[in-house]
């Protein structure tokens, strides 16, 4: 069993990281909008969760452009500086909170991060803001098998391979189902 979460965090690391690095230049920056997500999980603190990501350091320069702050957010979580890439993840999603791929991203970063009720929660608000899109739902699916939540993770899964079953993201979400115990 160990060995396939290995495995099959690894798969889904490979997927995903090339379209983390190709997708860099797709942030747009909107205006910042101050938006309560569409449900709600009771026994969740957002707060605490926000307070434990770490202010980059002071000599580090501050970076204006959405643009900028997804190649670095990209660049870092492409060399496993997980805490850094969910900090500018988290500026990504207040410059653009319509933005699907930044909450897949911070999600699954703070999965590897060992946070992953928090990521759980980015990647529902990430569902709630568009349901259509079948990368978010891939990464559900894999958050949730790795943690054992094996029914939500082929629930997740499913949807996925809806969306598309002959796509990379699709025949991975294929494999993630046909594995999960």
Do not use: C
């Not at 990368?135 to 699916?141: H, N, Q, S």
């Amino acid at each position: 069993m160990v060995v396939f979460q290995v495995v099959f965090g690894l798969v889904v690391f490979a997927i995903t990281r090339q379209y983390y690095i190709d997708d860099s230049d797709k942030v747009s920056a909107a205006p910042l909008i101050d938006r309560q997500p569409t449900f709600s999980l009771p026994d969740l603190n957002r707060e605490v969760y926000s307070a434990q990501l770490q202010p980059l350091p002071t000599n580090h320069p501050k970076i204006e452009s959405p643009a900028e702050i997804s190649r670095q957010a990209n660049e870092f979580f492409a060399n496993k500086q997980y805490s850094r890439a969910a900090q500018l993840y988290e500026q990504l999603v207040a410059f653009s909170p319509d933005n699907v791929t930044t909450y897949n991203n911070l999600g699954l970063t703070l999965h590897y991060l060992g946070r992953s009720t928090e990521a759980l929660l980015k990647l529902n608000e990430g569902v709630a803001v568009n349901p259509k899109d079948q990368r978010i739902w891939l990464t559900l699916g894999f958050v949730n098998s790795q943690l054992g939540n094996t029914e939500q993770a082929r629930a997740a899964l499913t949807t996925a391979v809806e969306m598309g079953a002959d796509n990379n993201l699709g025949q991975s979400a294929t494999t993630m189902l046909e594995n999960l115990p």
